[in-house]
């Protein structure tokens, strides 16, 4: 297919999202360019690391290993992820993961791979304690143009990233930081001989049974922090231009080569770079991680609109005189069968889905402006840029408990 630039198709009188099911793709120089590139719903094979590792592990089979999810007094934090792909239909009997922290049999983490494209998501407990570590992951697609699938990049982070905080030791965890996650686990991509090249945004987080929040974003994925029915925190995205999101990179030599003949700096950012911020948490904090095919979609109070609505018809937030408080049931829908669904059996899981499935529904309608649309219009007035942004997306929630 010959990929027009944004102007070409405002000549033709062609929308991008009727031009392309996939919209555009993220550059990976400094100059800007925003074209178009399609992808078949089947182009994610099934990928490994290493050449053996599927994008799945399986945790340790020994019960205590695992330890409950709760501590006397602490916080614990039930997570659900949800995604969907470019190109594929948004199932919701499939497309997501619940995390089950009391379970100490074997359970798979998986990274949202082939269904997630090339966004992923992981989440791990640190070592033997209470903490956890989660996030997202998302591959830059610009590689595509230098025969480099960046969803070998963004999987094989966020499963390094799981590797890292399952084997830190239960004494050391309170030394490892969003920021040092992500640099382990940047470290362990670089070394890794089954990806070549590539790159990707992340936004990592580390929660302590403490209640103490740290989140290292990098790149244009980012997340919310929801309370009470108000958006208590929200991060910016962090671009070196218009759709140019700060990334992680392997630079192949070819391309170092073709960037010398031809001229333009291939974009290689690193976790040093990412925007670290610290949290403290409550009881029924609602914390929502996802890449840039959410938040070019619905803005953070589009998703806390979602978010209350589930969390008030489920009697998670109940409302009374004094405003919105914290539900006693909350606890119990968290747990598995807390939610009366076929699929969706808790709420943590049931937000992730209803926040994906919004988003998806968003990316493909031509006539709801999105935030994306709205920042073309901003940096590009004279282009008749309509809709939403069809892209990968990938949703993780975290609802917190304090015991």
């Known amino acids: 297919m010959m990929l027009l630039p944004l102007k070409s198709l405002s000549l033709l009188g062609l929308s991008p999202i009727t031009q392309c099911s996939a919209c555009r793709i993220v550059p990976l120089f400094s100059q800007q360019d925003l074209r178009p590139q ?105 590689w595509s143009e230098s025969g480099i699938d960046s969803a070998y990049f963004s999987h094989g982070l966020c499963e390094h990233m799981i590797r890292v905080a399952e084997n830190t030791e239960a004494a050391e965890k309170d030394l490892l930081s969003a920021q040092k996650l992500l640099q382990k686990a940047y470290d362990a991509v670089v070394a890794d001989e089954s990806i070549s090249g590539g790159g990707s945004t992340a936004c990592v987080a580390v929660g302590s049974d ?37 990334q992680l990179s392997i630079i192949p030599p070819k391309v170092l080569a073709r960037a010398r003949i031809f001229g333009g700096d291939p974009l290689s950012d690193y976790p040093v770079d990412a925007s670290v911020t610290t949290h403290q948490l409550r009881h029924g904090d609602v914390l929502v991680f996802a890449t840039d095919g959410l938040w070019d979609n619905l803005n953070s109070t589009d998703v806390l609109r979602i978010a209350s609505r589930y969390m008030i018809e489920s009697q998670a937030w109940k409302v009374g005189q004094k405003g919105v408080a914290v539900s006693e049931n909350i606890r119990n829908l968290t747990l598995d069968g807390g939610i009366r669904k076929d699929h969706e059996t808790n709420l943590q899981t049931l937000l992730a889905v209803a926040i994906t499935g919004e988003a ?40 917190v408990m304090q015991d």
């Open 38 to 142: 399609c992808f078949p719903s089947n182009a994610y094979p099934s990928y490994t690391l290493g050449g053996q590792r599927p994008f799945f592990r399986a945790s340790s089979t020994n019960p205590a290993a695992r330890p409950s999810s709760t501590t006397s007094g602490g916080f614990s934090y039930r997570i659900g992820a949800s995604f969907s792909a470019k190109g594929r239909r948004f199932v919701q009997r499939t497309d997501y993961y619940s995390h089950d922290p009391t379970k100490g049999s074997r359970k798979d983490y998986n990274t949202g791979g082939p269904t997630s494209g090339q966004d992923a998501f992981f989440v791990s407990r640190i070592g033997n304690s209470s903490s956890m570590a989660f996030g997202v992951a998302d591959g830059v697609g610009g």
């Open 360 to 399: 998806k529904m968003a990316s493909l309608n031509s006539k709801r402006d999105g935030p994306f649309a709205r920042e073309v219009k901003k940096f590009y007035p004279g282009e008749d840029y309509h809709g939403g942004k069809v892209d990968d997306i990938c949703v993780v929630v975290a609802v």
């Open 210 to 246: 403490s209640g103490h929040l740290q989140v290292a974003n990098l790149g244009d994925s980012g997340f919310a922090q929801l309370r009470l029915n108000a958006v208590h925190h929200y991060s910016n995205p962090q671009t070196h231009a218009f759709n140019t999101p700060y």
